[in-house]
């Protein structure tokens, strides 16, 4: 991903071209009489014009504004949603908030008699609604949407934070065909831009703006910057990816310094790792809440049952504080309730129960510390630029022997050692009281593992008769049994599987397991499947992937210019047992194969092998990376296409004469 760093400077160029926005409630026929778009006939809306425009005022407080416009051609119901509007604004407890203010809007379209027609949008009809106490959404619909109208809006955000400059996305989920983005940055600001994404700029323009800014009896000059692109492809998202922010065409500002217009104090905002680390040591809401050891002086004996080795102790802590702790689902890094309050309650969030849990190691005196990350769909974390907003998420890690393992106590259902698949996340910022913080690579503990055992044997009625039994481990055993506890007891999560499964019926079952999380599920099922009606034929086709068919390819682009990202490494296994009734044999067999990655990246293997009243089929399903770079895309796309169309192929019975 090519960089471009842009320090503000006052540049005047010899030749300016100049942005501007567009006029508002005008329409051209030519618009609402295009069908498509030229350059993506798939297409369902585009962007015909977008522009944005941000300056940081002098009145009262250095507000930031922040104006948004654009005009939108809709060429069928499939894209209706980019008339659902939500422009999220940010709130902090000291009564600062961000507000969105002279919303309008109009839809054109024509009508039976080929008259164009607008419809305003009501301003009655923009409301705000409370997300959480860091947020809230302020929503509104375009009216009368139909197939070819063309929306515009435009609104203005004030905000309070002025150091915190708005980025800007060239690309979005449909195409653009012109977006333009215009920042006005006063001269005792000094901010970095960056470039992301895989387009080039059209447009990089800087200008002087003569004494624009005056506060404080500071007056200074502005910079003026204008960026576009034409032509933007819209980012299509595909299956095993990370946060789509991270690949995203587009402008991000980070601030460096600025001077204070009313003292004329210099303030550099850059932070080194060091500070980071010394501000979350001494912050009231981590660092703090961590040293506060002497809170389970006394419960540690209860908790740990007179362990000795800190493997169990440590496992005995974390079950504690698991089952005891229930998360309230809201993630951050912070302490929100304190780490008393949290256990008198016996609810909080991610950096409550987390931050718990390091503390109890640390009072057992385990080696612990807490690990700052990024979720997946919050986008990866600039090591160039360190800042705490980056993180979003905490966890535990724990060091005991030679061994780390990495632990989260908000789901019940977590194994010691395994972390949610949403934090399996480029790497992790591990924060400890007494020694520096240090980077950490967020990899998977265990892979997803399943394997699939089935002794049927075919009956003269035409029903396969036997028994499935199926291990799960890793995570793949982590998501059944969220599917599991999903029902009020296991009977009904057995009658919802029965009657997901058209022509199987489940006779008996035995599950095993199901709250022993560091151990294999196992699911045993005695079944009766329908597969033939009329058992009098010559040859019978039968599919030996008849439950565990892979029919749809996750991989469809052309390239992609971003990675495959699993999280985790998987394995399949199925082994089939048939019995035929002695009236048959196999006339047609499935072929052995064997195909694989590049680099060892994974293989697909099956096997047949003929017994004396039947047959064994087996296939194994490998993929040894987590992530894959978009350079073994195509080779990746090629291997599902592979197992798709081997797993098309019938074995055929054949009726002994």
């Known amino acids: 991903m090519k960089k471009l760093l842009l320090l503000f400077s006052a540049v005047l160029l010899s030749q300016l071209l100049y942005a501007q926005d567009f006029p508002y409630d005008s329409y051209n026929l030519s618009d609402l009489e295009m069908k498509s778009y030229e350059k993506d006939k798939t297409a369902h809306a585009v962007v015909l014009k977008e522009f944005g425009k941000t300056w940081i005022s002098s009145g009262d407080g250095l507000p930031l504004y922040h104006e948004y416009h654009v005009k939108i051609k809709i060429f069928d119901s499939k894209a209706f949603d980019e008339g659902n509007i939500t422009i999220p604004i940010h709130k902090s407890d000291n009564n600062d908030f961000e507000q969105v203010r002279d919303v309008v809007g109009v839809t054109y379209y024509t009508d039976e008699q080929g008259n164009v027609q607008r419809s305003y949008l009501d301003p009655k009809t923009v409301v705000t609604e409370n997300r959480n106490k860091y947020w809230d959404l302020v929503k509104f619909a375009m009216p009368n949407l139909r197939n070819g109208c063309v929306i515009e809006y435009k609104y203005t955000l004030q905000s309070p934070y002025s150091l915190t400059f708005r980025d800007w996305d060239f690309q979005g989920t449909i195409p653009k065909i012109y977006s333009e983005y215009e920042a006005h940055i006063p001269g005792v600001f000094n901010f970095k831009a960056s470039l992301r994404g895989f387009y080039k700029?059209?447009?990089?323009?800087?200008?002087?703006?003569?004494?624009?800014?005056?506060?404080?009896?500071?007056?200074?000059?502005?910079?003026?910057?204008?960026?576009?692109?034409?032509?933007?492809?819209?980012?299509?998202?595909?299956?095993?990816?990370?946060?789509?922010?991270?690949?995203?065409?587009?402008?991000?500002?980070?601030?460096?310094?600025?001077?204070?217009?009313?003292?004329?104090?210099?303030?550099?905002?850059?932070?080194?790792?060091?500070?980071?680390?010394?501000?979350?040591?001494?912050?009231?809401?981590?660092?703090?809440?961590?040293?506060?050891?002497?809170?389970?002086?006394?419960?540690?004996?209860?908790?740990?049952?007179?362990?000795?080795?800190?493997?169990?102790?440590?496992?005995?802590?974390?079950?504690?504080?698991?089952?005891?702790?229930?998360?309230?689902?809201?993630?951050?890094?912070?302490?929100?309730?304190?780490?008393?309050?949290?256990?008198?309650?016996?609810?909080?969030?991610?950096?409550?129960?987390?931050?718990?849990?390091?503390?109890?190691?640390?009072?057992?005196?385990?080696?612990?510390?807490?690990?700052?990350?990024?979720?997946?769909?919050?986008?990866?974390?600039?090591?160039?630029?360190?800042?705490?907003?980056?993180?979003?998420?905490?966890?535990?890690k724990a060091n005991i022997g030679d061994?780390?393992?990495?632990?989260?106590?908000?789901?019940?259902?977590m194994p010691f050692g395994l972390l949610p698949e949403e934090c399996i996340n480029d790497q992790g910022r591990v924060m400890s009281l007494d020694k520096p913080s240090y980077w950490i690579d967020m990899v998977a503990a265990q892979k997803r593992t399943r394997t699939h055992i089935m002794n049927l044997t075919l009956q003269t009625n035409g029903k396969l008769t036997g028994k499935l039994i199926y291990y799960s481990n890793g995570y793949e055993a982590l998501e059944k049994r969220r599917s599991i506890k999903k029902f009020n007891s296991i009977d009904e999560y057995v009658e919802n599987l029965d009657e997901k499964m058209a022509k199987v019926k489940i006779s008996k079952y035995d599950i095993k397991n199901v709250d022993s999380l560091e151990n294999s599920l196992i699911e045993s099922y005695d079944v009766e499947i329908d597969v033939y009606n009329n058992m009098d034929a010559g040859r019978l086709a039968f599919n030996p992937y008849m439950l565990h068919r892979m029919t749809d390819n996750p991989f469809k682009l052309e390239d992609r210019t971003y990675p495959v990202?699993?999280?985790?490494?998987?394995?399949t296994r199925i082994v089939l047992t048939v019995t035929l009734p002695e009236q048959y044999t196999v006339e047609t067999a499935p072929e052995n194969k064997a195909t694989g990655l590049p680099n060892q990246g994974g293989r697909f293997i099956t096997s047949y092998e003929t017994n004396p009243d039947g047959f064994t089929f087996s296939h194994i399903i490998q993929l040894n990376k987590p992530i894959y770079s978009s350079d073994e895309y195509p080779y990746l796309k090629e291997f599902y296409n592979t197992i798709i169309k081997a797993e098309k192929a019938d074995i055929i019975f054949k009726k002994k004469s």
């Open 201 to 396: 700029l059209d447009k990089n323009v800087s200008e002087i703006e003569h004494e624009c800014f005056s506060a404080g009896g500071t007056k200074c000059d502005c910079s003026k910057i204008t960026y576009a692109m034409k032509d933007v492809p819209a980012f299509v998202k595909e299956d095993y990816m990370t946060a789509p922010k991270n690949f995203l065409s587009a402008i991000n500002f980070e601030l460096n310094d600025y001077i204070n217009p009313y003292n004329g104090q210099k303030t550099v905002k850059t932070q080194t790792w060091a500070d980071i680390d010394y501000n979350m040591k001494h912050h009231e809401e981590f660092g703090v809440q961590m040293r506060k050891t002497s809170v389970f002086k006394d419960k540690l004996p209860a908790i740990t049952g007179g362990a000795t080795d800190n493997l169990e102790k440590a496992k005995a802590i974390y079950h504690y504080i698991q089952s005891n702790l229930k998360h309230n689902r809201f993630i951050g890094i912070y302490s929100d309730n304190g780490l008393r309050k949290t256990l008198d309650t016996h609810s909080g969030s991610t950096a409550d129960i987390n931050l718990a849990l390091v503390t109890a190691l640390k009072a057992a005196g385990i080696d612990a510390e807490a690990v700052l990350l990024s979720t997946r769909d919050h986008g990866f974390i600039s090591k160039l630029y360190p800042a705490i907003g980056d993180f979003n998420y905490v966890v535990a």
């Open 403 to 413: 061994k780390s393992y990495m632990l989260d106590a908000t789901d019940a259902l």
């Open 565 to 571: 990202d699993m999280g985790t490494a998987t394995d």
